[in-house]
């Protein structure tokens, strides 16, 4: 067990629906991170939220928004969604320090669009 | 911008046997942070070493080490004595100096098989 706390784990939509996903990061950790992994795309960076504020922005899709909440937890939206947003979707928190930022990762969420 | 490249789609190796897993990367970046995560078939990502672009010693880990050379931007991963554990997709990650800009770019992967 990572400490990074995802759900659902598995998750089956169909097009056009909304789906929310949802990331505890590890004690202590202010910042979280939400990444994509598809076939064709490999893993890519979606958002960066710090202590609450969007820090960083990756390759989201405008359909696709997230927020960090006061309690740290994160929630992933995706909406009117497509088959191709049929993918593993991770989360990561780590703690923000001026080297390193160690990411640890959740188990995922799987979601498939039918 | 910043790209990582792994050249191995998929790579082989007997049980007890060591390989090496390459990976290039391209920056502009003087300060920055390289990593070796490990996918294994339960889809977890595991982070198993990682190398500060201002260090010259290579990073170890145990069976774990790292070959870094900064001015050919390479960044390879040697697995000793290989355990059917170590079956897992490998991927290769780049991450700028700065706390705020802590995102992860990642390579392809190497799909790595430990044979018994």
């Known amino acids: 067990d990572s400490g990074v706390t995802q759900t659902p784990k598995h998750l089956i939509t169909a097009t056009g629906q909304r789906v929310t996903l949802r990331c505890s990061p590890r004690?202590?950790?202010?910042?979280v991170y939400w990444y994509q992994q598809s076939l064709d795309q490999g893993l890519q960076f979606l958002i960066q939220y710090y202590n609450g504020e969007e820090r960083a922005k990756g390759n989201i899709l405008e359909r696709f928004s997230a927020q960090q909440f006061p309690d740290l937890h994160s929630e992933l939206n995706l909406s009117s969604l497509e088959l191709g947003d049929s993918a593993l979707y991770f989360c990561?928190?780590?703690?923000?320090?001026?080297?390193?930022?160690?990411?640890?990762f959740g188990a995922g969420s799987r979601l498939t669009v039918l | 911008a910043q790209t990582v490249t792994q050249s191995q789609p998929e790579m082989s190796v007997q049980e007890a046997e060591t390989v090496t897993l390459s990976c290039t990367y391209d920056t502009s970046e003087n300060n920055y942070y390289l990593f070796w995560y490990k996918q294994p078939p339960s889809r977890q990502m595991i982070l198993v070493i990682r190398?500060?672009?201002?260090?010259?010693q290579n990073a170890t880990e145990n069976r774990f080490s790292v070959n870094f050379q900064k001015a050919a931007k390479s960044f390879s991963l040697k697995i000793s004595d290989s355990q059917l554990g170590d079956t897992a997709m490998y991927f290769c990650a780049f991450m700028k100096y700065g706390g705020s800009q802590g995102n992860l770019i990642f390579g392809k992967g190497t799909k790595l098989s430990v044979k018994p």
């Open positions: 190398q500060e672009a201002y260090k010259q």
């Open positions: 990561a928190s780590s703690v923000v320090s001026p080297g390193a930022n160690v990411l640890t």
């Open positions: 004690s202590g950790d202010l910042s």
